[in-house]
């Protein structure tokens, strides 16, 4: 009923300017007619788009809903893993996020483990050399392989990394790839290493993210010398 009126309205405003270019009578009236519909019409246009906008957004909400967690986890390392098994044993919808490919954070990636698995192969060496004769052992031409030192490194790391991968399926602990960041108290922001962005809501949240040695200005920390 109301399209069939602004119809309506639009023909008696049409057929009153034709009739007063035709008699060429009161042109600013006209004018006004016409400026007046046309503005009733850009108003109405405007409206009807966003209408159109608001249900494809609301039509994209509904197909991919933002997922809900009771606890979030920020950091993937030995305090974050450890407090997203045991949240997940206590029954709450754990998410956790990682911006690395890999869970475990510094200590199982880069520090501790693969530390403790060089360590560990040196020992063995300097026991061949050292203390081996005197369980009766000799060994001649005992030899670094460095290579192959560095491989099984590799393969403890991949290991340990790996088991941290089982005890979040394990747990059903969902995990997120990618950087995380507070859009506010509840929502969190996943930027993907290919750009792409998710957003997770949260209840609460735990930051376990470690730290990084600050830098001195003139003596920057290239991973090389320093």
């Known amino acids: 009923g109301q399209s069939k009126n602004h119809s309506s309205q639009y023909t008696h405003v049409l057929k009153l300017y034709a009739l007063l270019v035709d008699e060429r009578k009161n042109w600013t009236l006209a004018k006004v007619h016409l400026s007046i519909h046309q503005n009733y019409l850009l108003k109405h246009v405007f409206i009807w788009i966003f209408y159109a906008v608001f249900l494809s957004y609301n039509k994209l909400v509904k197909n991919n ?28 919808n754990t998410a956790l996020i990682e911006k690395y490919n890999t869970l475990g954070g510094t200590c199982l990636n880069v520090g501790c483990i693969p530390s403790k698995a060089l360590l560990d192969s040196s020992e063995h060496y300097h026991n061949a050399l050292s203390t081996f004769k005197e369980h009766g052992i000799d060994i001649n031409g005992a030899a670094v392989n460095f290579t192959q030192m560095i491989s099984r490194k590799a393969k403890v790391v991949e290991t340990t990394c790996g088991g941290i991968d089982y005890l979040m399926k394990k747990n059903k602990v969902t995990v997120y790839q990618g950087h995380g960041t507070f859009v506010n108290k509840n929502v969190i922001s996943i930027k993907k290493q290919d750009g792409a962005e ?26 090389k010398r320093i």
């Open 65 to 92: 809903p933002m997922n809900k967690h009771d606890i979030t986890i920020i950091g993937s390392g030995p305090g974050g893993y450890v407090a997203a098994i045991r949240c997940a044993q206590l029954g709450f």
């Open 198 to 223: 998710e957003q997770i809501e949260t209840s609460k949240t735990i930051i376990a993210t470690g730290s990084k040695p600050s830098t001195l200005p003139f003596l920057p920390i290239d991973k």
